[in-house]
């Protein structure tokens, strides 16, 4: 079983900063890419972020500028710092991880930024 529990969602005025984290756990072996996507009020799940095993990261254009993703290989922890928030930046954010060509999901955490 592999499990992926994200933290640091809330709630932040406009042109503030969160900090979120996934932790995963289980049988992770051979994890190769995480990262986060989001999915907003009436919207589809995007992508926000991706970062692989060897550090090679891909933003969607959403962010490029304002967020950046990290991740801790020792700690099987995906970081995404997300500074300069707006309010359309609003949305669940779920961390992703591909194991062995399998994608896994964790439950998400909300994010609402206010005007």
């Known amino acids: 079983q592999v499990q992926l529990v994200e933290s640091g969602g809330g709630l932040v005025q406009a042109g503030g900063s969160l900090r979120l984290s996934c932790a995963a756990s289980?049988?992770?072996?051979?994890?190769?890419?995480m990262g986060w996507y989001r999915q907003g009020p009436g919207k589809q799940r995007q992508l926000v972020a991706t970062?692989?095993?060897?550090?090679?990261?891909n933003y969607a254009d959403s962010g490029k500028g304002r967020f950046t993703i990290s991740r801790d290989n020792a700690m099987n922890t995906v970081y995404l710092q997300m500074n300069s928030l707006k309010p359309e930046d609003t949305a669940v954010y779920y961390c992703?991880?591909?194991?062995?060509?399998?994608?896994?999901w964790g439950k998400g955490t909300l994010v609402t930024v206010s005007s």
């Open positions: 992703y991880a591909l194991i062995r060509l399998m994608g896994y």
């Open positions: 289980g049988t992770i072996s051979g994890m190769n890419t």
């Open positions: 970062v692989a095993s060897g550090g090679n990261t």
